[in-house]
């Protein structure tokens, strides 16, 4: 009998032990959970350089193959055509812009083709911007005196999605 009651109390501190270690590893468990849960993972750093360098001085260096006759061709292809005189224009509105002359030369077929019965070939300017980062092609539609009446006749034609205005003289 002295056996048994010594073996229920231990039994019992036993019991009492495994109870309280649970009781910890789950206390421990919804601590870390937490903690991991509310913890940001990264921080994206906002970027402040340049996306790109365009260098000034070439230090001497000499472009190699500059004498390849496709180079060539796509020169004279856009030398032969006959670009808009932009500063007639005032407000325009934009169909297209790439940079890839041959892309400006596909949309312009394909929208003379498809829409001649809206769109005359006099209301149509194709021009090109120089920059740094090099050429811009642009094909717009009709020349408007003021940006209102470039709007209201924007949203009534068919052929743009989006209205996207341009002011040349500025």
Known sequence: MIKRIIFKKNNNYILKYFLL?????????????YYFTNKEYFIIPVFTDKYFIIPTNKEGEVVDYLDKKSLNNINKKIQNFKFSNISELNYTIQLYSNDNFENINKYLNNLLENKIEIIDDEDIFIFYKKTEIGT?????????????????SCYLLSIVKSCLILNLQN
């Open 21 to 33: 270690f649970f009781l910890f590893i789950i206390i421990l468990y919804l601590i870390s959970f």
């Open 136 to 152: 811009q092609y642009f094909i717009t539609y009709k020349n408007y005196i003021s940006k209102n009446n470039a709007y209201e």
